[in-house]
């Protein structure tokens, strides 16, 4: 078992974070767990600690890290409360790759200060970058930084062996999600159960709603701008119904290259973790034989707002990014509760946007600053149309 890889994973409990325990339990003799995060489901944290045996866990939320079945966990095990703890556990010199699954920007301080002590990144959370690019990119080193987001692992494959500067075009693809082809008063009354309806995806709430509105695909095409340097003009958004071309790069000669196969999250983070291997699938295999068809379309940016909304902040740049996400996660938070219609989420996120004052980014407690803003202002707009 000597010389096997030492893997944290922040987020354990999330769909990226199980689906990479999936990964790293199919590859035992590669893969050595030894450390483990979550937020608030302790129970099931306890239960991954005993299975992989590992002699520290993280409770990123302090109120959770007294909770009995902790005492569950095996022998020896500690327990490090809060994000803080949890980061300093990764930095730890016997973690040799740290997963960041946790959901939303909680995962931009844990990003940051990971990249900059130097340690290699698998990045799952796409909001450290979309808040925090201009800060973490100039910092990474070659080969530091691999990306989980399915489409971006799917565009970093595509880079292999290619020069980037001879790139044309990026086409980031999506589902189109629940609402493919509904008008915006379908979109009016659109339920929770109706959005957290994915046609090929499983994933968590939050992203599994970001999906229906088309948002998640507009803080992907930003995240794709800090990773591979590329403006926004020249990332495309395309509606692929099947998920199985899971993004493509298209060159200066008009070359196509495109990456295919299983629409399963474990593809792409087993690649984080075997990089520049590549190991034995966790997913069943495609049969092309079996597809009938692979359909593309334009996204409706008029119906779907979000996708121009976050457009918008990518033009933009500055800290506007950081308010666009900031905003829209307690809009989907309202949403998920019931406070707030479907259309209300890029509604509440337009206000907010409308009212910032764009500046450089300068430090991370000047992002934290402002996402405290306008997680203030985004709760006030969705008080305000309840009255």
């Known amino acids: 078992m000597e010389g096997r890889k030492r893997v944290a994973v922040l987020g354990c409990t999330g769909s990226v974070g199980t689906q990479t325990l999936d990964v790293c339990r199919q590859h035992a003799d590669r893969l050595d767990v030894v450390f483990l995060s979550a937020h608030s489901r302790t129970a099931e944290l306890t239960a991954y600690a005993r299975e992989f045996e590992v002699a520290r866990v993280g409770v990123t939320d302090p109120a959770h890290a007294g909770d009995p079945v902790l005492s569950e966990l095996p022998a020896g095990c500690g327990v490090a409360a809060g994000m803080d703890a949890a980061i300093d556990a ?156 899971h993004s493509m790069v298209e060159y200066a000669d008009g070359s196509v290259i495109a990456h295919l196969g299983a629409s399963d999250m474990r593809i792409p983070a087993q690649y984080a973790l075997s990089y520049p291997e590549r190991w034995e699938t966790p997913a069943p295999r495609v049969d092309f034989r079996t597809l009938s068809a692979l359909t593309f379309d334009a996204p409706d940016m008029e119906t779907f707002r979000c996708l121009a909304l976050a457009e918008e902040a990518a033009r933009v740049r500055g800290t506007m990014p950081c308010v666009l996400n900031a905003a829209n996660e307690v809009a989907v938070g309202a949403f998920l509760d019931g406070r707030l219609t479907f259309t209300g989420i890029d509604e509440v996120v337009e206000t907010v946007m409308d009212a910032h004052q764009v500046a450089p980014v300068d430090s991370l407690e000047q992002l934290i600053d402002i996402d405290g803003w306008a997680r203030g202002r985004a709760s006030a707009a969705i008080a305000s149309r309840s009255r």
């Open 90 to 245: 990764c930095l730890a010199p016997e973690v040799d790759i740290v997963v960041i699954a946790v959901v939303g920007a909680a995962g931009l301080t844990a990003c940051y200060r990971l990249i900059k002590a130097g340690k290699t990144v698998a990045l799952a959370n796409k909001e450290s970058l979309v808040v925090g690019g201009d800060l973490i990119m100039p910092l990474v080193r070659p080969g530091q930084l691999l990306p989980v987001d399915s489409e971006h692992s799917a565009i970093f494959q595509c880079y292999l062996g290619e020069r980037a500067s001879e790139t044309h075009l990026i086409w980031l693809t999506c589902s189109g999600g629940p609402f493919f082809e509904r008008g915006r008063a379908e979109l009016a009354s659109a339920t929770v159960r109706d959005a957290l309806a994915h046609p090929t995806w499983n994933m968590g709430a939050k992203i599994t709603i970001d999906s229906a509105t088309l948002m998640n695909k507009g803080l992907e095409r930003i995240e794709a701008m800090h990773l591979f340097q590329v403006d926004v003009d020249r990332i495309r958004v395309l509606i692929h119904r099947q998920s199985k071309i």
